[in-house]
């Protein structure tokens, strides 16, 4: 059971450059998360999705962007990079919103310089 | 605007001894309340959630709520250099936005 898998686990941008950073979940949970981790910093909400086809901005989304096609995917689109874009994400997905665990991908470490 | 407020650290306490930590919350509204433990360059990884008011044991950890004050706190009892982490504090108010995470205490266990 490989639970949450995100892609890439390291990757060095450019100012100006885009990438998506992919998230798979085969736990068929509704719930999925991106967080973002800065040093020394609890995790922040960019984006979640209640279901494919339904998302919506958490507290910091600016400058991403996501999309749920299906269950088990919840790509994470950066465009046109920034150096304060530079930090740890996450995905995580959960059966459902309350008094469940949420399941963490391993994360990317993004640079962007 | 909802907020988790931890103690940043680092908290040190030696091999074997009780090591506590706590946390408040803003949003009265939370319902539920969950303890992470994260070691560095890893992802968070659950501990326990708690939503009644009390204690709730499991092994050496005691999670700990108290609604009425907003606090929340988790006890890990024959501390071990293997539970030298961050502790994450976090709650859910039912929504679908999930989890509002606190900055997290650095614990380091002294053998």
């Known amino acids: 059971n490989a639970g949450v898998t995100q892609t890439p686990k390291f990757r060095i941008l450019k100012i100006g450059q885009s990438m998506t950073l992919q998230c798979t979940q085969d736990m068929n949970h509704n719930y999925m998360y991106w967080y973002r981790q800065d040093p020394g910093m609890g995790l922040k909400l960019i984006y979640y999705s209640v279901g494919a086809g339904i998302t919506d901005k958490g507290e910091v989304p600016n400058g991403y962007n996501v999309s749920r096609s299906t269950t088990e995917d919840f790509p994470l689109r950066l465009e046109l990079a920034a150096p304060s874009q530079t930090s740890v994400y996450f995905c995580?997905?959960?059966?459902?919103?309350?008094?469940?665990?949420?399941?963490f991908g391993q994360g990317t470490r993004l640079t962007v310089v | 605007q909802k907020e988790v407020e931890q103690n940043s650290g680092p908290l040190s306490v030696p091999e074997g001894a009780i090591a506590s930590l706590n946390c408040t919350y803003s949003?009265?509204?939370?319902?539920?309340f969950f303890w992470y433990r994260q070691y560095s360059g890893k992802s968070p990884e659950l501990i326990m959630f708690i939503y009644s008011n009390g204690d709730k044991e499991d092994g050496r950890f005691t999670a700990q709520l108290n609604k009425a004050s907003q606090y929340v706190s988790l006890l890990i009892r024959d501390s071990q250099p293997s539970d030298s982490a961050t502790y994450l504090c976090?709650?859910?108010?039912?929504?679908?936005?999930?989890?509002?995470f606190g900055k997290g205490t650095h614990l380091i266990i002294q053998p």
């Open positions: 995580a997905s959960s059966i459902a919103p309350l008094n469940t665990e949420a399941f």
């Open positions: 949003d009265r509204g939370s319902q539920s």
């Open positions: 976090a709650c859910s108010g039912g929504g679908a936005d999930g989890l509002t």
